[in-house]
C-alpha cells in the first residue's frame, strides 16, 4: 500500500470487516521500527534469544509469505 493516502476513505474499506489480528498486522507493517528489527532478525534461527526477545517486544510475530 505505498504511497496510500490515510484519508481517502476507500482505499481502506477491506479493512471494514478485518479481524483483530489484521488490524495489528496493518499497524505493525507500517511501523518502521517493528520492520527494520524484523528484517534485521530474518536469518536468525527461531531458537535465539533475540527472536524470543523481538517477540516479547512486539507480541504477534507474522511469517513471510513464499
Do not use: I
Amino acid at each position: 500500500m505505498p504511497g496510500a493516502d490515510w484519508r481517502v476513505q476507500a482505499q481502506y474499506q477491506h479493512l471494514r470487516d478485518a479481524t483483530p489480528a489484521e488490524l495489528g498486522w496493518e499497524y505493525l507493517r507500517r511501523n518502521r521500527c517493528y520492520r527494520d528489527e524484523q528484517r534485521a532478525l530474518s536469518e536468525l534461527a527461531p531458537d535465539d534469544p533475540r527472536q524470543a526477545a523481538f517477540a516479547r517486544r512486539w507480541g504477534p510475530r507474522f511469517r513471510r509469505r513464499s
